[in-house]
């Protein structure tokens, strides 16, 4: 996982929606989106909230 990866799923963990994390990280939406579901691919996740879960589980957050 990219370190800005990282920033995306610890602002995900806050339970914050695509748009304030793209605010909170200065970014685009559509970028945010991006990020979001190379995270969901990389952790074998269905959802926002299962990928919550394996970081946590991996020491990601």
Known sequence: MTPRQRDVIRLMARGLPNKSIARELNCSD???????????RTLHARNRTEAVQAATRLGVL
């Open 30 to 40: 559509g970028t945010v989106k991006l990020h979001v579901s190379a995270i969901l």
